[in-house]
């Protein structure tokens, strides 16, 4: 059973997950600048040491073992990454996906307005689905407006409200089932 709970948990860990990429892609590119100025200075700086007493302290090895780290650590996330989003895709387009939201929606302004039980908000939730559809937050399909603390149609009568909904929603989980593809 699909709920927004867990694919508010799997946002954050997608978020998380793309945050430590993004650090170890940083890392990545400081070992790699290493990597390429060390034949330049190796010569230099190991004349250097031999003149003054000193031993030269060569990195190569310890610098190509952490790019090595790195390079593994990289295609780790990417591939965990990449397995949560299909997962998120998955879960937001299974036909059992629950949304909790209170099932007395209030008229304001002549739209209908459903807000979450609990008074719940799902900011993950909707930030990995906005960038998977390419769209901005809130999301707009359909006169009907997805946001993370609520859902607003524009109309006023409560069944074609619902009509409203549930054919934005499906034209949402369409489209992920195609980009997943």
């Given at each position: 059973?699909?709920?927004?709970?867990?694919?508010?948990?799997?946002?954050?860990?997608?978020?998380?997950?793309?945050?430590?990429?993004?650090?170890?892609?940083?890392?990545?590119?400081?070992?790699?600048?290493?990597?390429?100025?060390?034949?330049?200075?190796?010569?230099?700086?190991?004349?250097?040491?031999?003149?003054?007493?000193?031993?030269?302290?060569?990195?190569?090895?310890?610098?190509?073992?952490?790019?090595?780290?790195?390079?593994?650590?990289?295609?780790?996330?990417?591939?965990?990454i990449d397995?949560?989003?299909?997962t998120f895709?998955?879960?937001?387009?299974?036909?059992?996906?629950?949304?909790?939201?209170?099932?007395?929606?209030?008229?304001?302004?002549?739209?209908?307005?459903?807000?979450?039980?609990?008074?719940?908000?799902?900011?993950?939730?909707?930030?990995?689905?906005?960038?998977?559809?390419?769209?901005?937050?809130?999301?707009?399909?359909?006169?009907?407006?997805?946001?993370?603390?609520?859902?607003?149609?524009?109309?006023?009568?409560?069944?074609?409200?619902?009509?409203?909904?549930?054919?934005?929603?499906?034209?949402?989980?369409?489209?992920?089932?195609?980009?997943?593809?």
């Amino acid at each position: 059973m699909s709920n927004f709970e867990f694919l508010e948990n799997l946002g954050i860990q997608i978020k998380e997950n793309r945050l430590k990429l993004h650090d170890v892609e940083d890392s990545l590119s400081n070992v790699n600048v290493q990597l390429h100025e060390i034949p330049l200075k190796r010569s230099t700086e190991s004349t250097f040491a031999k003149m003054i007493g000193v031993g030269y302290d060569d990195k190569l090895v310890e610098l190509e073992k952490a790019k090595e780290q790195l390079e593994r650590t990289k295609t780790d996330l990417r591939n965990i990454i990449d397995k949560d989003i299909n997962t998120f895709i998955s879960e937001v387009s299974s036909p059992n996906l629950i949304i909790p939201l209170d099932a007395s929606p209030k008229i304001v302004d002549g739209k209908t307005v459903y807000k979450y039980r609990d008074n719940s908000k799902f900011q993950n939730v909707f930030d990995i689905l906005c960038e998977m559809l390419g769209l901005s937050s809130p999301l707009v399909v359909k006169d009907v407006m997805l946001s993370p603390t609520e859902i607003v149609i524009a109309v006023k009568d409560e069944f074609e409200a619902k009509q409203k909904f549930i054919n934005s929603l499906h034209e949402i989980q369409n489209t992920l089932l195609i980009k997943k593809r």
